[in-house]
């Protein structure tokens, strides 16, 4: 299995970064590269505990979908989302938060294993983790552009009461 560790720090509170961190909407934004879209699942809005999801995208002119769901969950510290069904053996992600003073500082532990055995092995080593740390590291760039601007209210203006961000 591999791991993928990043660590971003934003200057916005913590319950602003959970959030923004569970929204599909911006989950949508922050992947246009990739063209993905909701098939089936939570369409709209912030994914909760036992909530899926499932995503049809483009990666290396391959169209994969992934289905996910929200496994464990308490805001505004940590979430974890699972795959369910898709192109990896396993996929796992844990979002974990940490209100500092002046910022709050957002960790991804994201593990995955590429099927096919051996194969799958060197896919890992030699394109996916730099391919999968580059997609999570561009992603956690719109979540920090979104909650240090006024940005932010566009996604969660209608979810959570703007007193608790």
Request: net charge positive; hydrophobic share 40%; aromatic share 12%.
């Given at each position: 299995?591999?791991?993928?560790?990043?660590?971003?720090?934003?200057?916005?509170?913590?319950?602003?970064?959970f959030d923004?961190?569970?929204s599909v909407d911006l989950h949508k934004v922050s992947m246009q590269q990739s063209h993905e879209e909701i098939?089936?699942?939570?369409?709209?809005?912030?994914?909760?505990?036992?909530?899926t999801v499932t995503w049809r995208a483009?990666?290396?002119g391959i169209r994969f979908s992934l289905q996910s769901v929200?496994?464990?969950?308490?805001?505004?510290?940590?979430f974890t989302d699972e795959m369910v069904r898709g192109p990896f053996k396993l996929m796992t992600h844990?979002?974990?938060f940490y209100s500092q003073e002046s910022h709050t500082t957002m960790v991804d532990h994201f593990y995955f294993q590429a099927p096919y055995g051996v194969v799958g092995?060197?896919?890992?080593?030699?394109?996916?983790?730099?391919?999968?740390?580059?997609?999570?590291?561009?992603?956690?760039?719109?979540?920090?552009q979104?909650?240090?601007?006024?940005?932010?209210?566009?996604v969660l203006q209608q979810e959570v009461p703007s007193s608790k961000l």
């Open positions: 299995m591999t791991k993928i560790e990043l660590t971003t720090f934003i200057k916005a509170p913590i319950e602003r970064c923004l961190s569970r098939t089936g699942g939570v369409e709209t809005g912030l994914m909760k505990l036992h909530d483009t990666h290396f929200i496994t464990k969950f308490s805001r505004p510290f940590f844990d979002h974990f092995k060197v896919i890992d080593f030699v394109i996916l983790k730099r391919y999968l740390t580059s997609l999570l590291a561009n992603r956690n760039v719109v979540i920090k979104y909650a240090e601007a006024n940005e932010w209210q566009q």
